[in-house]
């Protein structure tokens, strides 16, 4: 902050200034003003810092800026100088008060961390072990800083001449420094290959760097670029001024804006709302080239936000807990879908090499999220009969599947928990019913479930119990695998059961729980109660591979589409409202120099971000949002043919629409001003492009022109592919993240 001599002195040239006023008209500003200040002088430095609030009720008001007083004013010009002095000088003693106050907050967490970090790194060297981090750290250190670098990258030099680095956009700073001691000695001369011609070949799109939450920056892929532009510039130069030296040409780059999957429609809309945004928006320091793709047709289309006010009510809809507006927006995507896979219908025309109509396997559903909304839209595109692969990525034990035969376990381990064995008697591996739980159930109080079922004399019982007395036999002598094993391929059936009832993608979460089992299996003793307690305890992620989902259409974030694509991309949740700053993070420079030390900050509240914290949660915040529009980049482009654009408001953003920053609000000033066209399933709908011509559907099954579109008995039959899909499907899909 100022030092206390010039501080005292603009107070007291203010003290003075003030009190030139007519003191003798009482409740004006300028005398109280120049009292305080007085007495504030005539203080210590205890009565200084206790005296600070009172600026605000004096010379400052209460925002913090200087209070007017004109009259002063017009008596000394500078006087409104030494008021903004006293503002800025007070605004830096607060804030070196609150850092002192966060940096108490901050260092017993940050000890506590270094703590935890010194163990963990000491448990991993107790075990022989190491992770991805300390792999990628011990190379780098190996090639860069140790005794044997220069040896080991000999020997190195004797085994490659070629370095290809893909994703480079999303290779960290400490990777890079691994490809830089690689190829340290390619521009020192001849290597260990002698006059061999080596080279290092790098491909990456910045504008595709979404991946920022893993630790990961584009900007270390501009600063290797400028490393090896640097670096074969001064080979080059060398060579021209030696004699007999090889050639050595200099950096080459190309651009990527030549795209053979995709139409120009679709790119020239990409390039517009690159535009719109501004290349800046991006993180880029230059427009890129312009898009060059197919001339096949192509579409883009903005369907009309769905909007929920407050007031509304749910019309008795089971799935209440969900946000209504998802749940309208998830039904009108399935309605859609399955319009466009009617054979009795249009259809939608894709044209690429032979002309088609499209099937569930050509259709991409894309999400900014992983949340409740794409597990909705894949049960309502159960409910319409539209073949669906599941989402990308769940909890291992949050599939229905999973809580089913964990079900069966818990049950073995413990039969006289009533609600585990409830369960276990209306999932697919028993088939009750809810009225026959309730039938066969219903008992008197502080009767246990198993024991009422043991005296019932009831056929239906009768056959269920010779099934759970097994499931208790075996559990005295199998290990959890093996009883999975039982439960599903033995005579309970239980795969085939749950395939049924819950559809295809079951198969995968099934597997991952017998893998789950034969890893316990593997490092620990049998123990069907340890495998239940080493169950819960974990947070093993099932990833689906999305790229392997057959016809059937893939619902996905943006972050898992990356690589992928599809002849048709609906973003469905494009009118959320971007994120904030991610994890703050302060670089400290240590003396003497060497690499900024890295301080990780929690969240803190916007009054405790001041000074330096404040300038890097501004720093973060325009990362976050550049990484924003990034996301939005990598989403248009795994488009095709089509591409269309959604999104739904709750009450709190119907009124005033979707945010100035989301998706929606910047494409849709691209599809112009006027009304749109009326939709039956969107209300109105903008449309950028057009579509390719009808084309007749093709029957795969003589037998499925016998069959209707529609409700056939609780089914809904597609007759182009003669598939069926119980509406059962849909809830019981619904329930694998709410369920408990």
């Keep these: 902050c100022r030092s206390g001599a010039e501080y005292g002195r603009v107070c007291g040239s203010l003290a003075a200034q003030m009190g030139l006023e007519d003191r003798a008209r009482p409740g004006e500003s300028g005398p109280q003003c120049a009292a305080f200040s007085e007495v504030w002088l005539a203080g210590d430095a205890a009565a200084h810092r206790a005296g600070l609030e009172a600026f605000c009720t004096s010379l400052l008001q209460k925002d913090r800026t200087p209070r007017k007083l004109g009259g002063a004013g017009k008596a000394n010009p500078a006087f409104p100088d030494n008021k903004q002095q006293v503002a800025e000088a007070v605004a830096l003693v607060r804030e070196r008060a609150a850092l002192i106050e966060l940096a108490a907050f901050l260092a017993p967490q940050l000890e506590a961390g270094r703590a935890f970090a010194l163990a963990w790194h000491k448990a991993k060297e107790r075990e022989g072990l190491v992770d991805f981090d300390d792999l990628i750290a011990r190379a780098a250190s190996l090639l860069s800083n140790s005794a044997m670098a220069e040896w080991i990258r000999y020997k190195l030099d004797r085994s490659f001449d070629h370095i290809l680095v893909d994703e480079a956009q999303d290779t960290n700073a400490a990777q890079w420094s691994i490809v830089k001691a690689l190829t340290d000695d390619y521009f020192d001369g001849a290597g260990a290959q002698g006059d061999a011609v080596r080279t290092i070949f790098a491909v990456g799109d910045y504008k595709q760097a979404i991946f920022g939450f893993q630790g990961t920056s584009p900007e270390n892929f501009r600063e290797a670029r400028d490393y090896f532009r640097d670096k074969l510039d001064a080979a080059a130069q060398a060579a021209r001024e030696t004699r007999g030296a090889p050639d050595v040409r200099g950096l080459e780059e190309y651009g990527l804006g030549r795209s053979y999957r995709t139409n120009q429609q679709v790119l020239g809309f990409v390039d517009r709302a690159i535009d719109a945004i501004g290349y800046d928006g991006f993180g880029l320091d230059q427009r890129g080239d312009p898009h060059t793709g197919s001339a096949e047709p192509g579409l883009i289309g903005l369907w009309q936000v769905v909007r929920v006010t407050e007031g509304e009510d749910d019309d008795g809809e089971r799935e209440g807990w969900l946000a209504r507006h998802d749940r ?413």
């Design 328 to 740: 309208q927006l998830a039904d009108r995507i399935a309605q859609q879908v399955a319009q466009w896979l009617d054979p009795a219908g249009e259809g939608f025309t894709l044209s690429k090499g032979n002309p088609r109509r499209a099937t569930a396997g050509d259709v991409m559903i894309l999400v900014q999220k992983r949340r409740e909304l794409a597990s909705l839209i894949v049960a309502r595109l159960y409910r319409h009969g539209v073949p669906v692969a599941g989402v990308d990525r769940l909890r291992l034990g949050n599939p229905l599947a999973v809580k089913d035969l964990m079900a069966a376990l818990r049950f073995a381990a413990q039969p006289l928990d009533d609600l585990t064995l409830a369960s276990l008697l209306v999932s697919p591996l028993i088939g009750w019913s809810q009225d026959e739980l309730l039938r066969y159930g219903h008992r008197p109080p502080r009767v246990r479930l198993w024991e009422h079922l043991r005296e019932s004399d009831a056929e239906r019982v009768e056959e269920t119990m010779g099934i759970l007395r097994e499931i208790l036999r075996r559990a005295d002598y199998d290990s959890p695998q093996q009883l999975l094993h039982w439960m599903l391929i033995g005579p309970m059936d239980g795969r085939r059961q749950l395939v049924a009832r819950l559809g295809r993608e079951a198969n995968d979460p099934i597997d991952e729980l017998l893998n789950a089992a034969n890893a316990y299996a593997s490092a620990h003793t049998a123990s069907l109660q340890g495998f239940i307690r080493w169950f819960d305890a974990g947070d093993g992620d099932l990833k689906r591979e999305a790229g392997e989902g057959g016809d059937q259409v893939r619902v996905m974030t943006v972050h898992g589409s990356k690589g992928l694509e599809a002849p048709i991309v609906i973003l469905a949740d494009s009118a959320i409202r971007p994120d904030g700053a991610g994890e703050v993070v302060l670089h400290e420079d240590l003396p003497g120099g060497g690499e900024a030390r890295a301080v990780p900050l929690p969240v803190l509240a916007k009054g405790e971000q001041v000074g330096p914290v404040r300038l890097a949660g501004e720093l973060e915040t325009a990362k976050a949002m550049q990484e924003h529009w990034r996301l939005l980049y990598v989403a248009l482009t795994r488009a095709q043919e089509a591409l269309f654009i959604t999104g739904s408001l709750g009450p709190r953003d119907a009124k005033n629409g979707p945010h100035e920053d989301s998706w929606y609000a910047r494409l849709k000033p691209l599809f112009g001003e006027d009304e749109g066209l009326a939709d039956p399933i969107w209300g109105a709908r903008w449309e950028i492009g057009e579509r390719a011509p009808y084309v007749c559907p093709v029957y795969t099954s003589d037998a499925a022109d016998d069959l209707p579109w529609g409700d056939t008995g609780g089914r809904r039959v597609d007759k182009q592919k003669h598939r069926t899909a119980p509406d059962a499907h849909a809830d019981a899909y619904l329930k694998q993240t709410n369920r408990a």
